[in-house]
Every structure is written in C-alpha cells, then in structure tokens.
C-alpha cells in the first residue's frame, strides 16, 4: 500500500464532534499501521490524542502520545512538529500551560524551518492563547502575517480563527471598536467559506462587541436571528441564551430576560469546562433568572 491510497487526516476532522472523529481516525488506523507510512501512522495518533483532549480525556491523550513516542524515529519531521502540538494542546486544556509553552515553541520553529506554514500558524496561535495580552496580539500578528502570505491554502484557512482570538485579546482590553473590526473581518471571511457553525460563532462575537460598545439594541437582533437559526436547525445555544438574556436586561427589560438566562443556566452547567471554570458567570446566570 502507498501513500497515494492513505485518506487525508485533516478532511475528516470534525471539530463539533470529538467523539464521531475519533471512531472515525480509528477506523483507518489499521490501515495507516498496514501501510508501513510511520510518519502518516504517526500524525494519525497524534490527532486521535487531540480528540481525546477535546473530550477532557487528559490520561488517555497523553497515553495515545506516549505510542507516538515509540514511532518519531522513524517518522516524519511534520510528524514530529504534530506531536509536539498536540502534547502541548493536551497540556494546557488540563490546567498545565507553563509546560505546553515549549513545546508550542519548539513546534513553531521546527515548522518554520521546514515549510510548514499550516503547522507553523497552529504553534503561533497556540503561544499565543498562553501568553499575556502583549504577547497575545505580538504572537497572534505573527501567526496572521505567515498566514496572509503563504501559498499554502490550509495556512491561510486560519486567518478567521486568527482574527476572532485577536479580537478577543482587545475585547479583554476594553479597546471594542478594534475588536469590532476584528471580528467583523472574521465574519465576512465565514460568510464567503460557508459554513454555517463558524459563522454562528463570528455572527455572536460581532454581537458581543456591539454591546460592549453600547450598540445594545443592534447586538439584541444579531442574537435574536441567530436563536432564530439554532432553531431551525434543530439546535440550541447557551451562550445565544446568555446573551439575550444580557441584552434585554441591559435594555431594563428584566422580566423577558429571564427565561434566557434560565435556559443560558440549564445548557452551561451541562458544559465541564464551563462548570469547572466559570463559576461566576453560572451563579450570575442562576441569580438573574429567578
């Protein structure tokens, strides 16, 4: 069996199903075994780790990691720069990010060096979730100037993500018109990729920034269609909920506010990082929707 005959790892990632891509990378592991590829084997192991983490699965991540140690020498450098990610990813998704830096680091400058501006993007963006707001915007301007000018299409599939977490970066400032702009950048670069879930997701953040800026009743119809969109396909959203419910309370209409931070409450505590690590934004939700 060639290489030629081996899927493509990244075209079956599903990103709102960890589980689903899991069963899906395993399903092919025993051909990527059969194959005799140690690099492409390699890379499979390491994004079944990254599944595995995404689903709070620290313990087995890591074990899933330790397998890849035992192939590395055999394998590919763009083995190697995925395995470093993902140790790193599984690291700081349990509480460990003092010990994910290096390997972000080390991750960023292998990929660099030889090439590999997709995986190159990824360590920048990654260094700069763990970094302090200077940091973030020098190492997220970084991971957006690679991705702007590289021919590699895959690199330049970042550039939304890349500008949702810098704005973020300034929403955490208080400077909202620069993270309005950012966001609406990601928006638009959403709306021309078509996928509905992303878009979502930029459409709430534009919301989010309205509000901040005090352009209330603007934010309250942008979250308004995008419950109206959940509906429709069949889905819910708490942090849709939460922030109706923030707008109109904002706006003094408390009483309508009500049932969405009650179905903000019910639908965030269902979320482990959110109940673990946001406990002040759940007691808020609890006390406004009584």
Same mark, same amino acid.
């Given at each position: 069996? !060639?290489?030629?005959?081996?899927?493509?790892?990244?075209?079956?990632?599903?990103?709102?199903?960890?589980?689903?891509?899991?069963?899906?990378? $395993?399903? +092919?592991?025993?051909?990527?075994?059969?194959?005799?590829?140690?690099?492409?084997?390699?890379?499979?192991?390491?994004? +079944?780790?990254? !599944?595995?983490?995404?689903?709070?699965?620290?313990?087995?991540?890591?074990?899933?990691?330790?397998?890849?140690?035992?192939?590395?020498?055999?394998?590919?450098?763009?083995?190697?720069?995925?395995?470093?990610?993902?140790?790193?990813?599984?690291?700081?998704?349990?509480?460990?990010?003092?010990?994910?830096?290096?390997?972000?680091?080390?991750?960023?400058?292998?990929?660099?060096?030889?090439?590999?501006?997709?995986?190159?993007?990824?360590?920048?963006?990654?260094?700069? +979730? +763990?970094?302090?707001?200077?940091?973030?915007?020098?190492?997220?301007?970084?991971?957006?100037?690679?991705?702007?000018?590289?021919?590699?299409?895959?690199?330049?599939?970042?550039?939304?993500?890349?500008?949702?977490?810098?704005?973020?970066?300034?929403?955490?400032? $208080?400077?909202?018109?620069?993270?309005?702009?950012?966001?609406?950048?990601?928006?638009?670069? $959403?709306?021309?990729?078509?996928? =509905?879930?992303?878009?979502?997701?930029?459409?709430?953040?534009?919301?989010?920034?309205?509000?901040?800026?005090?352009?209330?009743?603007?934010?309250? $119809?942008?979250?308004?269609?995008?419950?109206?969109?959940?509906?429709?396909?069949? !889905?819910?959203?708490?942090?849709?909920?939460?922030?109706?419910?923030?707008?109109?309370?904002?706006?003094?209409? =408390?009483?309508?506010?009500?049932?969405?931070?009650?179905?903000?409450?019910?639908?965030?505590?269902?979320?482990?990082?959110?109940?673990?690590?946001?406990?002040?934004?759940?007691?808020?939700?609890?006390?406004?929707?009584?």
């Amino acid at each position: 069996m !060639t290489s030629t005959n081996l899927p493509d790892i990244d075209a079956l990632w599903n990103f709102d199903d960890s589980g689903a891509t899991e069963v899906r990378f $395993r399903e +092919i592991l025993p051909q990527a075994i059969e194959s005799g590829e140690r690099g492409f084997h390699a890379e499979l192991l390491t994004q +079944i780790a990254r !599944t595995q983490g995404l689903q709070r699965q620290f313990a087995d991540a890591h074990n899933t990691l330790d397998r890849v140690l035992d192939i590395l020498p055999q394998a590919t450098i763009r083995a190697r720069i995925r395995y470093l990610l993902e140790r790193g990813r599984v690291l700081n998704s349990a509480g460990e990010p003092e010990n994910a830096r290096p390997l972000f680091m080390e991750a960023w400058e292998l990929a660099r060096a030889n090439g590999e501006d997709n995986l190159a993007v990824d360590a920048a963006h990654m260094v700069a +979730i +763990i970094e302090q707001p200077e940091q973030q915007i020098e190492w997220n301007r970084r991971a957006m100037e690679l991705a702007e000018s590289s021919p590699d299409p895959m690199a330049r599939k970042w550039l939304a993500s890349l500008y949702n977490n810098l704005g973020w970066t300034y929403h955490d400032r $208080r400077d909202y018109k620069e993270a309005l702009d950012l966001f609406q950048k990601a928006q638009r670069l $959403r709306e021309e990729r078509g996928q =509905a879930g992303p878009l979502r997701i930029a459409k709430w953040a534009v919301a989010r920034a309205l509000r901040s800026l005090g352009r209330t009743e603007e934010a309250l $119809r942008i979250q308004q269609d995008l419950k109206a969109e959940h509906k429709a396909a069949g !889905t819910d959203d708490g942090y849709v909920e939460e922030e109706l419910g923030e707008c109109l309370y904002s706006l003094g209409r =408390a009483a309508e506010a009500k049932p969405h931070f009650a179905e903000a409450y019910r639908l965030l505590t269902a979320d482990p990082w959110v109940a673990e690590n946001e406990l002040q934004r759940i007691e808020r939700l609890r006390t406004l929707a009584e």
